[in-house]
């Protein structure tokens, strides 16, 4: 049964979605095939789950307006993570320790146990002694409905002289017979992840400091994420206080003994200026699959505001889901779901040619919603430059530049629209000598690239008009052989 509170705060929620959704959905901005919410702000992904023949969203929402607010977690239902039925708001604040105005149910995630289905979230409440934080659990029998536990705060302080305002986003899993959560913490202005393990959900022990960062990885990590991944366990977060990163990773080994997380390699999620909070989960064929949320936060010292679909009653879209992958070299290589290929229409193919100086047209039946790949011949290309000019109207475009020579890839997005500016930079790592891969995926919004056998990534949003449809690639000085272009109208 649900509480009074919560079950009224739901109805209300619920009312205005119904009020509003028509006329937001009807909104030129929509995006066509990434995971929005019906209506209102959405952030992060959180309790990603596939429970009972069916893969659960749930995520960060504010269902009054296309801005952050008191938060509560909307839910949506899919079977093949490209179709989606929105369910009722899932959890809503209403309780002492979760209802503050500018805090509410925070980032957490999901867990099967015993075919219930229990969401860790962390509360967000202000009850005149700052702004505080403790982790909480609901749980439900039929996968839709959800009741706070009596008992909540399930963790209701953070270790002895770690902050508790900044003590949120568990994520939980479970190892051998134990439940064990990783939730982001800050001792002395620094970031830190802590361990704790539970056998049945309720009672929760610390059990170490997983891993924390010295100053290098920032002063505070949201959203960590821990799994393990061939013989490799990996930690992901979204540090705070690290200049521009937004997503990143580390891979090492995990002593469960000690709980400690023994890092050895660290690489960059995304390097686009829209990838944030991603979180992992595992399907029924035992793929790991991590969802982000397409956007940033004001404070990040680039931001300049979160777009201009506010204005249409929503804001905020997932980025693609991408299937994780443990290469040979122990990197991590996140690769576009295979599901999207059903999307593929109006397949248009170029096949080997030379690019030089003037801009080749690349044909795509859609200009703005499409899938493209480009292979390029790197031996018989003599150009130290190249770049593709994507959505484009002559005027107003965003341009990528290869450097072949500097192995630097930017994505320059300062005449993208009339929104956006900032420019992205990575290295190239250009792992394979012979031949470059470029995958590219464009909506209504956003252009998500991938390249160096998908461990080089930049997603960015543009807010581009439907007249910036044409999509061009281009030499400086000398020649690029391209290999095989291949395009696809991305249809839902
Ligand atoms: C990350 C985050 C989380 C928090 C949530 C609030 O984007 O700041 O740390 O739980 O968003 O909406």
Known sequence: MIKELMKRNITKAEREITEKRETVQNTKMRQKYHFMAETGWINDPNGLIYYKGRYHFFYQYNPYEGFWGQMHWGHAVSDD??????????????????????????????????????????????????????????????????????????????????????????KVWRHENKFYMVCGGQKDNLAAALLYTSEDLITWEFVNVLAESRGEWGYMWECPDFYPIGDKYVLMFSPMGVHDRTAVYLIGDMNYETGKFIYTASGEIDWGFDYYAPQSFLDSTGRRLAVGWANAWDWMPWWKDWGPTYRDGWCGWFNIPREIILAEDKTLQFKPIKELDQLRADELTVETCEVRNEPMKIPVSDGNIYEMQIWIDLKSTTAEVFSLILRSDGKKQTVVQFDLKNQMLGVDRNNADD??????????????????????????NSIELFTDDYRTIHSCNVFADKNQNQNYIAADNGILKVEKIQSWKMDI
């Open 81 to 170: 993570l490209l179709h989606w039925e929105y369910l009722p708001v899932a959890l809503a604040p209403s309780e002492v320790y979760d209802d503050h105005p500018r805090g509410g149910c925070f980032s957490g995630s999901a867990i099967e146990h015993d075919g219930r289905l229990y969401l860790l979230y962390t509360g967000t409440a202000n009850n005149g002694n700052g702004f505080v934080q403790t982790q909480c659990l609901a749980y439900s029998e039929d996968g839709i409905h959800f009741e706070k536990h009596q008992g909540n705060p399930v963790i209701g302080n953070p270790p002895e002289g770690f902050s508790k305002e900044n003590f949120r986003d568990p």
């Open 419 to 444: 929104w956006s500016k900032g420019t992205t930079r990575s290295p190239l790592t250009l792992a394979n000598e012979d031949q470059m891969h470029i995958h590219i995926y464009s909506d209504q």
